[in-house]
């Protein structure tokens, strides 16, 4: 009788924790969604002048229209798209009356020519992004042939000669046929909450049942009432 009474109390606050587990995954499900909503409206509301000063804390995906003469340098950033393979980000810097910036334009693929860089004065409409790329396995990148690992805003500055701020391009006037812009979405921000949810009411099921399995058995074996 005892043991039958443990077994039970250690089932059912076993699958009340499990349950509560995917409640919670359910409410952060609502929270995650909460700010790609406002992820979303930043990035597509009426573009802004570029800030004086910027700040990740404060523009991050904001939207900035500007116009500037393109640099004649130019970086690739190792990348891939779905359903396309393997290609490069190009980041060249674009001058801004007495400022320099970098700009994201696209992507081009690797066996795809890359036309000649060339100053002349363009018009970008995109966001403000502060890409969180690198980590301890970021190879350092290939300097000699430019070829880069991640979007490093800092180094990728000091190598161009430009301020550590960066634009991701989602139009380009007059566009380069050779670059397809890439511009910044909320499709790379992980959103697994509901996949954890069903997780968690998955092993709650699973745990009831095997739970109500032994106790049965138990009580076959034993004979007698719970």
Known sequence: MRQLSFILVIAVMGTA??????KWQLDRLTWKQGILTEISEKIYADPITLPIRPTVQEHKFSAVSVTGALGETYVRVLASQKHIGAG????????????????DRGFIKTEAPMTAAEDRQISVLG??????????YTPDPDIQGNIWFARDIDALA????????????REVTPADPAVTPLPVSTQGIPNDHFQYAMTWFSLAAVWSIMSLIFIWRMRRTNKGPL
């Open 17 to 22: 924790i499990l349950l509560w587990l995917g």
């Open 127 to 136: 966001n403000l992004h502060w890409p969180d790329e690198i980590d301890s």
């Open 158 to 169: 000091a190598h161009l000669g430009t301020d550590p701020i960066l634009i991701v391009a």
């Open 88 to 103: 490069y980000r190009i980041i060249s810097p674009l001058i801004i009356e007495d400022r320099r910036i970098l700009v």
